[in-house]
């Protein structure tokens, strides 16, 4: 195959850019990434916290946190800041490939709707609930529940 000079710049670009790495992203619990060294809270969504299991025993944080890596593993992810940075995290829309993350928990039952931020994710948690996902097929206490009976009983 005969290629011209102009082609093979073309190509040599092409294949540079496709070397490059991909941003620095980690999961740090179901609802919150670390991106470059920074904190990101997926705005307008609560993911079971840190050791919440389910009334049946199901590992309700444990298969967030693994959706939430399922779901920027390999993948371009950016966040656009939502307001001021709080607790050395920051509220933030945050894309995967383009796909919304915040989204992609609710509609997979991975992540509730956080109305008292924001009513953004309110149609997907009905579509999870309807179709009994993650967190409403085990019955799952929202995890703000979770948190004030756990105060209780401190």
Request: charged share 20%; with cysteine; hydrophobic share 40%.
């Amino acid at each position: 195959m005969h290629y011209r000079p102009m082609s093979r710049l073309a190509l040599a670009i092409v294949a540079h850019c496709l070397a490059l790495p991909v941003a620095a992203q980690t999961v740090v619990n179901g609802d919150s990434i670390e991106l470059n060294g920074k904190t990101y809270r997926l705005y307008g969504i609560d993911a079971p916290d840190d050791g919440q299991t389910c009334p049946d025993g199901w590992p309700a944080a444990y298969e967030a946190e693994a959706y939430l890596g399922q779901l920027i593993g390999g993948r371009t992810v950016t966040c656009v800041p939502i307001g001021l940075p709080q607790r050395n995290e920051t509220d933030a829309i945050c894309r995967a490939d383009g796909v919304d993350i915040g989204a992609a928990m609710v509609t997979g039952g991975m992540a509730y709707a956080f109305v008292p931020h924001s009513v953004r994710y309110i149609t997907q948690e009905g579509a999870a609930a309807s179709a009994n996902r993650g967190v409403h097929r085990h019955k799952c206490l929202a995890p703000w529940a979770w948190r004030a009976r756990v105060r209780q009983s401190d």
